[in-house]
């Protein structure tokens, strides 16, 4: 009887997490346990694993809203992505230093966040079935606008603008003296060359535990139900415009936030078309995960982050220490647009 029923539990597991996802769990196992016979450091490659997952995480949960109201995945990330650029490079124009200049590129990109999120909730509203089949254009055109007023908006901290021409921002913007590793450092702990940084991690799960309450909230069920059934959510006395542009307003702040934490781990701020390569890693994070178009949960982002970021963390090390060759991009390339595609193509399934 309990062998039944150990074996109805297994099944039942296996088919939340779907095959696609053991096979790449699997893969992955394999290839940290393979890191120690072929000189790859075991702690060094987790250390890795947990950064990458730490800088991602928070930019993987700004999908969840805008699926969860049926605008379906954010495509046009990059203007929450600016939003936080924004923030970034004003809190240092202003001349805040040290953790408290995190605070400030936070607060500071909010405002630009909720005027971005709604005009692009606004537009989405318009085109309400088709969101994905624009949302990429939205996002590129944001990113190439940026490029322009990147050396056009009148910046001139020595810090960050070019130094011969006292106009425009470089591409690269170090942040040694202002927010780098601010969140790494809390707590951070060192085993020999195992290190995880903390704080940061902390900071990602504050902040699904908010997004957790707030889907469980009147609000968060009212998002639920438009993303269901827009016109059963309509009958039911909901304003289903206003909460699908919430919800837009909540990812693109999220993306903000994300962009914030994945430059404090980085170290450096990275403008001009940086941002045009976050996106489709983001969201094939979350679909691998198991999220779909229209469901999407704490779980999916949880698994995916891991599972995404440590093939790209791992594949290109072992790969490299088996044939004693340096083509770690050209496998990390591989490997990030083979997981983009299958995330793409792939049917729904798996963890709900």
Known sequence: MYQVAYADALRYWLGKMGLPRLIIAGFLILLYIVAPFVGADFATQITNTVNRFSWNAILVLAMVPMVHSGCGLNFGLPLGIISGLLGATLSIQFGFTGAFSFVMAIVIATPFAVVFGTGYGALLNKIKGGEMMIATYVGFSAISFMCMMWLLLPYTSPTMVWGLSGSG???????EGFYDQVLAKILHI???NLEIPTGSLLFFVLLAFLMWLFLRTKTGTAMTAVGSNRVFAQAAGINVDRTRTLSVILSTWLGAVGILVYQQGFGFIQLYTAPTNMTLPTVSAILIGGA??????????IIGTILFQGMVTMTPTIVNAV????????VRVIVTQGMILYALTRKTEGTK
């Open 292 to 301: 779909s178009v229209n469901k999407a949960s704490i779980p999916n982002v």
């Open 169 to 175: 921002l470089r591409p690269t913007i170090s942040l």
């Open 323 to 330: 044939i004693r060759m340096d083509i770690s991009e050209v």
């Open 190 to 192: 060192k085993v020999g």
